[in-house]
């Protein structure tokens, strides 16, 4: 963790949070806080809530109790990548890139295009339409989009998931670069690896509920059978405590 | 929305087949309405009330005897005949829409008809105002109204003129069944010429002169006569009683009716379509962070939808007053008619929009709202029963359509009701399909 995190504000804090869809009780009552150049990974099973706590981070859903707060202050919008491409089929990617930096207001909506285009390696796919891109380029698109506002904390909802290993590298690259210049991320995932290898804090979900906060070699720890693989630390984690 | 707009218009000039079918079908629509129209239903029911006396149904014309049957049976070659018992019979038959038209015969049509001259005989024709059928039925009942009457017209002159041929020429002639040998004109004046040459008392001659003269006068324009009798062309007289309802000609009814379905279809899909587009592509959710509030994201797909549907039946108008006359110093009423009712059917888009999620089930949405609110709005005052009629009426006036399409009828007909009620009509449905796209859009993330 970094020596900072404990010693500034937290980037977003996160106070007893529920949402409910009918009788389905998404997320339930989760509190956490994530420092200003924290990476902080999310799992648990498909069905969880992570979408759900994630939307809600993101001012997409209202919940239905608790609280989310930026620093006192903070005018900067939280920027969030969406699990589903949220990009316009219809558009090139640098028109989707421009419009969505004209809408975030950005200062100079051009010079951050390219600036987007170059990071993201799309440079010579920019005057492609989306429709027409692979699902991958897709997905770098969609990321970038929510980049170009160059947010202090930033969402990513199973981000690498349409993604081949060198554009997961690339991606995770970019990710620990934003954090270096104090970027808070908060990713999610099923993917236990990618959570070990890139989070440096983990929260397990599970129906709803935050059942861990703390480190990969905490969580190992926490499983009754003291399991060395994550992987299987979080399904006997997970078993232990009836999920 | 400066930037929402222009990105529309990028997504819309990249579906080219779809702007194509959207200007396409209107004017395809139009067409057809147009064709339907004015070609009209083959035989249109006739309510039919006979007042002549059983056995008082000829005239007789000196020994001559004319059935007016013939002249009341020519009336019904283009119509179905429905016969009734009294004149409120028939007016109801009207009103309720199972007969488009009544014809009345009263019951002194045969002695007026007989008596010619000043009682010339009457026959009354009562007709539905509804402007669709009115105009077709008022013409075919006119036509053939006229036929008749040129028949009978010619039946007469034709009797008449034999008449006036036995005077000229003499020959027999039946008077209560008894046969008369009629000298004529011609063999008068041949009796008289000879008469006053033989005649040698000057005081007879100066009496026949003016006879023979006169016999003379009648020989010489006889087929004068027969010509002024073929000029007595209409021996009967229709009286019209319109039902109410306006008198807008029918082809310029068509006119706004075709205008009003093209604005819908063009704006309710694409209102519909553009907003579904939004969270078909979950771009939604990314606006809805604050980049752009709800209302302005409504307002602009309306604005978008409203100005390419305005241009199209704008350019859709001129180019159908080339064929049909349209009165162009109302066309400042046309603009704010076509611009106010698309902005309903705008806002009517957004809030079908607003439920489906995505463009598919948007579109199909729109179009199975739309189709029956048009074919509502045309249905008839008396084409069903009262109370279905009321409940099409509340439920034509809770959507665009039927304001949409008084309001374009009467900018560019003058037709009632006027054009300020219907304004005032649409603007409030704006405002609560606006209200309604705002609370779909609630759960629309
Ligand atoms: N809009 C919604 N309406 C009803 N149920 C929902 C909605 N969104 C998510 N859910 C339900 O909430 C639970 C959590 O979903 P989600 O947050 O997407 O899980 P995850 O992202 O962890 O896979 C699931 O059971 C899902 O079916
Ligand atoms: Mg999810």
Redesign the interface.
């Known amino acids: 963790m970094p020596v900072d995190a404990v010693t500034t504000a937290p980037a977003l804090t996160v106070q007893g949070v529920s949402k409910r869809f009918g009788e389905l009780q998404a997320v339930r009552d989760v509190s956490f806080e994530v420092a200003a150049g924290e990476l902080l990974a999310v799992i648990g099973p498909n069905g969880a809530g992570k979408t759900t706590l994630l939307?809600i981070l993101?001012?997409?859903?209202p919940a239905d109790g608790g609280s989310v707060a930026q620093p006192e202050g903070t005018t900067e919008?939280i920027g969030?990548v969406?699990q589903?491409?949220?990009?316009?089929?219809?558009?090139t990617v640098a028109?989707n890139l421009r419009?969505?930096a004209?809408?975030?207001g950005v200062a100079d909506p051009d010079a951050t295009v390219a600036r987007m285009l170059d990071q993201t390696g799309l440079a010579e796919r920019a005057g492609d339409?989306l429709g027409k891109l692979s699902g991958g380029n897709r997905q770098r698109v969609n990321i970038a989009?929510g980049l170009l506002a160059d947010p202090p904390v930033l969402l990513l909802d199973e981000p690498s998931g349409a993604l081949d290993p060198r554009q997961r590298e690339r991606l995770w690259g970019f990710i620990t670069a934003l954090t270096e210049r104090g970027t808070a991320v908060i990713f999610c995932t099923h993917d236990i690896a990618e959570a070990e290898r890139h989070g440096q804090r983990i929260l397990v979900l599970a129906d709803g509920e935050l059942l861990f906060n703390g480190t990969a070699a905490e969580l190992k720890a926490a499983s009754q059978a003291g399991e060395r693989d994550l992987e299987q630390a979080f399904v006997s984690f997970l078993r232990d405590r009836g999920h | 929305m400066r930037?929402?707009l222009l990105?529309d218009l990028?997504?819309l000039r990249?579906?080219k087949l779809l702007v194509g079918l959207l200007i396409v079908y209107p004017v395809a629509i139009a067409l057809l309405i147009g064709f339907a129209l004015s070609s009209g239903p083959d035989k249109p029911r006739l309510a039919y009330f006979d007042q002549i006396p059983a056995g008082e149904t000829t005239i007789k014309l000196g020994g001559d005897e004319l059935d007016v049957r013939a002249y009341t049976d020519g009336l019904f070659d283009a119509v179905d005949r429905i016969d009734v018992d009294s004149r409120a019979q028939a007016l109801e038959a009207v009103r309720s829409g199972e007969a488009l038209a009544g014809l009345i015969i009263p019951p002194d049509f045969v002695r007026k008809l007989s008596n010619g001259g000043l009682s010339s005989a009457e026959v009354e024709v009562v007709y539905n105002g509804d402007a669709l059928k009115q105009s077709f039925v008022r013409s075919t009942v006119t036509s053939n109204l006229a036929r008749a009457d040129a028949a009978l017209a010619r039946q007469i002159s034709t009797v008449a003129s034999g008449y006036i041929d036995i005077v000229g020429e003499g020959g027999k002639i039946n008077v209560l069944g008894l046969q008369f040998d009629l000298l004529g004109l011609r063999e008068s004046k041949t009796l008289l010429d000879s008469a006053i040459e033989q005649s040698d008392s000057p005081s007879l001659t100066r009496k026949l002169v003016p006879v023979r003269d006169f016999a003379a006068l009648g020989v010489s324009n006889i087929d004068r006569f027969k010509d002024v009798l073929n000029t007595v062309e209409r021996p009967v007289r229709v009286s019209e009683t319109v039902l109410e309802g306006r008198r807008t000609p029918l082809d310029t009814f068509a006119v706004a009716l075709a205008v009003t379905v093209s604005l819908m279809f063009v704006c309710v899909l694409l209102a519909s379509g553009l907003l579904a587009?939004e969270r078909e592509?979950?771009?939604f959710?990314?606006?809805?962070?604050?980049?752009?509030p709800g209302g302005r994201l409504l307002a602009g797909k309306v604005v978008l939808a409203a100005g390419c549907a305005f241009v199209v039946t704008l350019v859709m108008l001129l180019g159908i007053s080339a064929f049909v006359p349209l009165d162009y110093g109302r066309a400042a009423l046309w603009i704010v008619a076509l611009a106010v009712s698309a902005v309903a059917f705008g806002t009517l888009g957004v809030a079908i929009g607003s439920l489906a999620r995505e463009v598919r089930a948007a579109s199909l949405l729109a179009l199975m709202l739309a189709l029956p609110l048009a074919f509502l709005a045309l249905v008839p005052s008396g084409g069903v029963s009262p109370l279905l009629y009321d409940v099409i009426r509340v439920i034509s006036a809770a959507f665009p359509f039927k304001p949409s399409l008084d309001a374009i009828d009467a900018a560019v007909n003058d037709a009632s009701p006027n054009l300020a009620l219907s304004l005032a009509h649409l603007a409030a449905l704006t405002v609560v399909f606006g209200a309604a796209a705002r609370f779909g859009l609630r759960r629309f993330?």
């Open positions: 939307s993101a001012g997409i859903l919008r969030w969406p589903q491409t949220a990009i316009y089929g219809k558009l028109q419009l969505f004209k809408l975030e339409e989009v | 930037w929402m990105k990028q997504i990249r579906s587009l592509e979950n771009t959710s990314r606006l809805a962070r604050g980049l752009v993330a």
